[in-house]
C-alpha cells in the first residue's frame, strides 16, 4: 500500500545506492510505501535491485517477475531473500540473489549485469562495520519522511527464540566508527531532519554484566576489546551531544541498559529520547519460553523501565501475545503493568513465526510433512498466501483461541491508547503544543498498528488506512525543520579531550543503461 508520506526511511535504498560505484551514474530510486512502481521506466537491459523482508515478499515477487517482462536484469536482496533464495527465482522472476549485506556485492552484480553474466547467488556475508557505506541521503526525495534511518551498530549477542538478527546479522556486534556515523547525521539536518532513528538491533551491545564476567574469567583480551566497544558508545554519544539542541534520537535498547545509570545519562546528553525496549513478557515463565531471561519480570520490570525514565529516557515498550504460558489474565496484567512502569509508548504483538528463527524452525518442525494447505500453499510458507487467505495466526496456543488471543490483544491496544490515558501520559511534555502533538503521534502510532493485522475486518482496516494515511500526512509537518545548510561535523578531538571516558573507564567494571532499487 502506498501512503504518499512514510515514517522512517528505508535505509537499504540508500546504502544501496552507496554500493553503486560511481561509473553506473546514481540509481533512480523507488519505495513503493510512497509511490507504486511504474513499469514503464523501466528499460531492457536495466538492473532493477528488489529488497524484501518476510511482510512485503509477495509484493516484491510481482514487482520482480514485472520487472523481469520488460527486459531488466532482476536482482533481490535483503533478509527473506537471505534465508529463501529460491523463492526469488521461483516466485520473482530473479536472475540474481544477494545473501547477506549488500554494501559490497552490489558493485559486484552490476558489473556482472553489464557484462550480461550475474551470477545466481551473492554471498554478500557479514560486512566489517568499517566498510558499512554511508548512506547517500542526497538522493532521497524532499517532504517523503518524518524520521530518518541511521545505522551504529548492527548485530546483537543475545538469542531470542522469535528474532532472526542474531543469527542473520550476527552474534558479534558490529559496530560503526562515530566518523561515518556522524556525517550522515549532519547530512540529514541540512536537509531539515531533526528526528533520527538509529536503526540498531541493540544500542546497548556490551553490558556491565558482560564486562564483569570476562573479568572474572581473568580474560584480558575480551576485557579489553568489550571496554573497546563501549568506550567508542561514549564517545558516539559525546559527538551526538554536540549537534544543534533541537534533534531527537529514538533507537532500539534491551533493558539491561538500566543497570548502567551513566549510560542513560550519556544518552539522555545525547538526546536519545526514545528507546524501544523488548519487554515481550511480564512474567518469568514467559521470558524463559522466549530465551529471553535477561530480562527482568515483576516489581523488578516496573523499576528497570521507570530508571529508562528517570534518566529521561522514553520507552517504548514491545510486548508479545500468545506464548504458551499466557492465560486470559495475562493481557490486562501486561496492560496494567505497562502503565505502571510509565512507558510512554507501547506496542503489543502477537507471537509470529519469523521466518530465520528458533521459533520458527520449532513450529515447522512439529507440524510434520503434512501441513496444512490454503489456496495450495503449506501454512509454513504463509507470507506465499493471498493476504486475504491468510490466517492472521499460525502457532496454536495450549489454552486460548486464535480469536479471543486476537481480541483480548485488540482490547489491550484500546485501552493503553484510549483518550484518558494518553491525555495522562501526555503530561511528560514541556507545554500545550508539544502536548497536542503527543496526543496525535500517539493516535497514529495506534492506527498504523491497526494495519499490520491487528484490524479485524476489512471495512475497520480501511477506515484506518484512511487515518493514517490523512494523520501521516499532518504529522510529517510536525517532523519538519528549518535547513542547516551550513552546519559542521561535530569535531572529534574536542570530543575526546574531554573527559568522560575516564568515567567511562571507571564505569566499564563496574554499457547499462539505469539502475534501480526499489523497496
Ligand atoms: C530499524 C528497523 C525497523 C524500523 C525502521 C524500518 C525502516 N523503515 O527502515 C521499524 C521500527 C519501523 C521497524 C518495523 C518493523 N520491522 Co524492523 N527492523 C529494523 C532493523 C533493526 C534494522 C533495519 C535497517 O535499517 N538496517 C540497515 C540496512 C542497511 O540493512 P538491511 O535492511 O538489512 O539491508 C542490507 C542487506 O539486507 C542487503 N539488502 C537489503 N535489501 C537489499 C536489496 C538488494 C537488491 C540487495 C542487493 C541487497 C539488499 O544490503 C543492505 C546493506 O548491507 C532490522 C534488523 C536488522 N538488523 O536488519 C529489523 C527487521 C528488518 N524488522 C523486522 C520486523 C519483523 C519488523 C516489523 C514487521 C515489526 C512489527 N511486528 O511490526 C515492522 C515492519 C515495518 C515495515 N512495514 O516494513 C524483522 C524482519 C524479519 C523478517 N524475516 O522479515 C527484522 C529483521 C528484525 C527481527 N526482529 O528479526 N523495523
Ligand atoms: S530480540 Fe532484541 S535482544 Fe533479542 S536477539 Fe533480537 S535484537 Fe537481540
Not at 583480551?221 to 564517545?235: H, M, P, T
Given at each position: 500500500?502506498?501512503?504518499?508520506?512514510?515514517?522512517?526511511?528505508?535505509?537499504?535504498?540508500?546504502?544501496?545506492?552507496?554500493?553503486?560505484?560511481?561509473?553506473?551514474?546514481?540509481?533512480?530510486?523507488?519505495?513503493?510505501?510512497?509511490?507504486?512502481?511504474?513499469?514503464?521506466?523501466?528499460?531492457?537491459?536495466?538492473?532493477?535491485?528488489?529488497?524484501?523482508?518476510?511482510?512485503?515478499?509477495?509484493?516484491?515477487?510481482?514487482?520482480?517477475?514485472?520487472?523481469?517482462?520488460?527486459?531488466?536484469?532482476?536482482?533481490?536482496?535483503?533478509?527473506?531473500?537471505?534465508?529463501?533464495?529460491?523463492?526469488?527465482?521461483?516466485?520473482?522472476?530473479?536472475?540474481?540473489?544477494?545473501?547477506?549485506?549488500?554494501?559490497?556485492?552490489?558493485?559486484?552484480?552490476?558489473?556482472?549485469?553489464?557484462?550480461?553474466?550475474?551470477?545466481?547467488?551473492?554471498?554478500?556475508?557479514?560486512?566489517?562495520?568499517?566498510?558499512?557505506?554511508?548512506?547517500?541521503?542526497?538522493?532521497?526525495?524532499?517532504?517523503?519522511?518524518?524520521?530518518?534511518?541511521?545505522?551504529t551498530?548492527?548485530?546483537?549477542?543475545?538469542?531470542?527464540?522469535?528474532?532472526?538478527?542474531?543469527?542473520?546479522?550476527?552474534?558479534?556486534?558490529?559496530?560503526?566508527?562515530?566518523?561515518?556515523?556522524?556525517?550522515?547525521?549532519?547530512?540529514?539536518?541540512?536537509?531539515?531532519?531533526?528526528?533520527i532513528a538509529l536503526?540498531d538491533?541493540?544500542f546497548?551491545?556490551?553490558?556491565?554484566?558482560?564486562?564483569?564476567?570476562?573479568?572474572?574469567?581473568?580474560?584480558?583480551?575480551?576485557?579489553?576489546?568489550?571496554?573497546?566497544?563501549?568506550?567508542?558508545?561514549?564517545?558516539l554519544m559525546?559527538?551526538l551531544a554536540?549537534?544543534?539542541?533541537?534533534m531527537i534520537f529514538f533507537t532500539q535498547i534491551?533493558?539491561?541498559a538500566?543497570?548502567?545509570?551513566?549510560f542513560l545519562d550519556a544518552m539522555r546528553k545525547a538526546r536519545i529520547k526514545g528507546a524501544?525496549?523488548?519487554?515481550?513478557?511480564?512474567?518469568?515463565?514467559?521470558?524463559?519460553?522466549?530465551?529471553?531471561?535477561?530480562?527482568?519480570?515483576?516489581?523488578?520490570?516496573?523499576?528497570?523501565?521507570?530508571?529508562f525514565?528517570?534518566h529521561g529516557v522514553h520507552?517504548?515498550?514491545?510486548?508479545?501475545?500468545?506464548?504458551?504460558?499466557?492465560?486470559?489474565?495475562?493481557?490486562?496484567?501486561?496492560?496494567?503493568?505497562?502503565?505502571?512502569?510509565?512507558?510512554?509508548?507501547?506496542?503489543?504483538?502477537?507471537?509470529?513465526?519469523?521466518?530465520?528463527?528458533?521459533?520458527?524452525?520449532?513450529?515447522?518442525?512439529?507440524?510434520?510433512?503434512?501441513?496444512?494447505?490454503?489456496?495450495?500453499?503449506?501454512?509454513?510458507?504463509?507470507?506465499?498466501?493471498?493476504?486475504?487467505?491468510?490466517?492472521?495466526?499460525?502457532?496454536?496456543?495450549?489454552?486460548?483461541?486464535?480469536?479471543?488471543?486476537?481480541?483480548?490483544?485488540?482490547?489491550?491496544?484500546?485501552?493503553?491508547?484510549?483518550?484518558?490515558?494518553?491525555?495522562?501520559?501526555?503530561?511528560?511534555?514541556?507545554?500545550?503544543?508539544?502536548?497536542?502533538?503527543?496526543?496525535?503521534?500517539?493516535?497514529?502510532?495506534?492506527?498504523?498498528?491497526?494495519?499490520?493485522?491487528?484490524?479485524?475486518?476489512?471495512?475497520?482496516?480501511?477506515?484506518?488506512?484512511?487515518?493514517?494515511?490523512?494523520?501521516?500526512?499532518?504529522?510529517?509537518?510536525?517532523?519538519?525543520?528549518?535547513?542547516?545548510?551550513?552546519?559542521?561535523?561535530?569535531?572529534?578531538?574536542?570530543?575526546?579531550?574531554?573527559?568522560?571516558?575516564?568515567?567511562?573507564?571507571?564505569?566499564?567494571?563496574?554499457?547499462?543503461?539505469?539502475?534501480?532499487?526499489?523497496?
Open positions: 500500500m502506498s501512503f504518499g508520506t512514510a515514517v522512517i526511511t528505508p535505509r537499504w535504498l540508500y546504502v544501496l545506492a552507496a554500493a553503486t560505484p560511481t561509473e553506473f551514474g546514481d540509481p533512480s530510486i523507488w519505495d513503493e510505501t510512497l509511490e507504486q512502481i511504474d513499469p514503464q521506466q523501466i528499460q531492457p537491459g536495466d538492473t532493477v535491485g528488489i529488497g524484501i523482508h518476510t511482510g512485503n515478499a509477495l509484493r516484491g515477487y510481482a514487482v520482480g517477475r514485472l520487472m523481469r517482462e520488460r527486459g531488466a536484469w532482476v536482482v533481490f536482496g535483503g533478509i527473506h531473500p537471505s534465508l529463501y533464495p529460491e523463492e526469488a527465482f521461483e516466485r520473482g522472476g530473479a536472475h540474481a540473489v544477494v545473501k547477506g549485506d549488500g554494501d559490497i556485492a552490489w558493485g559486484r552484480v552490476l558489473a556482472d549485469c553489464a557484462a550480461q553474466a550475474p551470477l545466481r547467488i551473492y554471498e554478500g556475508g557479514r560486512v566489517d562495520a568499517n566498510e558499512f557505506k554511508t548512506a547517500r541521503w542526497d538522493l532521497m526525495p524532499d517532504n517523503a519522511y518524518m524520521w530518518a534511518s541511521v545505522q551498530v548492527r548485530g546483537c549477542a543475545k538469542h531470542c527464540s522469535f528474532c532472526s538478527v542474531w543469527r542473520t546479522d550476527g552474534q558479534k556486534p558490529r559496530q560503526r566508527p562515530s566518523d561515518p556515523v556522524l556525517e550522515e547525521i549532519v547530512a540529514l539536518r541540512r536537509k531539515g531532519f531533526r528526528f536503526a538491533d541493540n546497548y551491545p556490551v553490558s556491565l554484566t558482560d564486562i564483569a564476567l570476562a573479568e572474572r574469567q581473568n580474560n584480558t583480551a575480551r576485557v579489553e576489546q568489550l571496554q573497546s566497544i563501549r568506550r567508542e558508545r561514549f564517545e559525546e559527538r554536540e549537534l544543534p539542541t533541537d534491551t533493558m539491561e538500566a543497570e548502567d545509570p551513566k524501544l525496549v523488548g519487554v515481550e513478557a511480564v512474567t518469568a515463565e514467559g521470558l524463559k519460553a522466549v530465551y529471553k531471561d535477561f530480562n527482568c519480570s515483576g516489581d523488578n520490570l516496573i523499576e528497570r523501565l521507570q530508571t525514565r528517570t520507552v517504548l515498550g514491545s510486548f508479545i501475545f500468545g506464548l504458551p504460558t499466557d492465560r486470559p489474565d495475562t493481557f490486562a496484567a501486561t496492560c496494567g503493568l505497562a502503565e505502571k512502569a510509565g512507558v510512554t509508548f507501547a506496542q503489543f504483538v502477537m507471537l509470529t513465526p519469523f521466518c530465520g528463527t528458533v521459533d520458527f524452525e520449532r513450529w515447522e518442525k512439529s507440524l510434520g510433512p503434512d501441513v496444512v494447505k490454503i489456496a495450495g500453499i503449506p501454512i509454513t510458507r504463509y507470507w506465499l498466501i493471498p493476504p486475504e487467505l491468510r490466517p492472521k495466526m499460525f502457532m496454536p496456543h495450549p489454552t486460548m483461541s486464535s480469536d479471543e488471543m486476537r481480541e483480548r490483544t485488540q482490547g489491550v491496544w484500546d485501552r493503553f491508547y484510549n483518550m484518558s490515558n494518553i491525555w495522562k501520559r501526555s503530561r511528560c511534555t514541556p507545554n500545550l503544543k508539544a502536548r497536542l502533538a503527543f496526543i496525535f503521534i500517539s493516535k497514529l502510532y495506534r492506527q498504523m498498528y491497526a494495519t499490520t493485522g491487528i484490524a479485524t475486518d476489512s471495512a475497520r482496516k480501511s477506515r484506518a488506512n484512511r487515518w493514517a494515511r490523512r494523520l501521516a500526512k499532518l504529522c510529517r509537518r510536525l517532523f519538519q525543520a528549518n535547513r542547516m545548510p551550513e552546519l559542521r561535523m561535530p569535531e572529534r578531538a574536542a570530543a575526546l579531550s574531554r573527559t568522560p571516558s575516564a568515567g567511562v573507564e571507571q564505569n566499564a567494571f563496574n554499457g547499462q543503461k539505469t539502475l534501480k532499487v526499489i523497496g
